[in-house]
């Protein structure tokens, strides 16, 4: 019984850490984006920090933001058909 508990721990903190290194890098992905879209001289009315700032709260609602949620889901799925094939089947 405690080896379970164990391994749910442990493994929720593995993919915490997965998950806030994945959204580390997606954000500096999009912001370097942002400012290459920037620097390249299209119309953009206001600063250059106002821009940015607005990029990446139209990113906190995209698609790639909540796909990274994967790292919690699929994981949790894997095992759980693992048992029940190695259980049932």
């Known amino acids: 019984m405690f080896g379970w ?6 493994g929720l903190f593995l993919m915490t ?3 806030i290194c994945l959204s580390w890098y997606s954000r500096s992905v999009r912001r370097e984006k942002l400012e290459k879209q920037f620097d390249e001289g299209a119309e953009h009315p206001g600063p250059r920090e106002q821009f940015i700032e607005d990029g990446l709260k139209a990113y906190e609602g995209s698609l790639r933001r ?7 889901v699929i994981p949790v799925i894997l095992v759980i058909v693992m048992l029940y094939v190695t259980n049932f089947m």
Not at 5 to 10: T, Y
Not at 66 to 72: A, D, M, S, T
Request: hydrophobic share 70%; no cysteine; aromatic share 18%.
């Open 17 to 19: 850490i997965v998950y």
């Open 66 to 72: 909540k796909l990274i949620w994967g790292v919690y």
């Open 5 to 10: 508990v164990r391994l749910i721990i442990i």
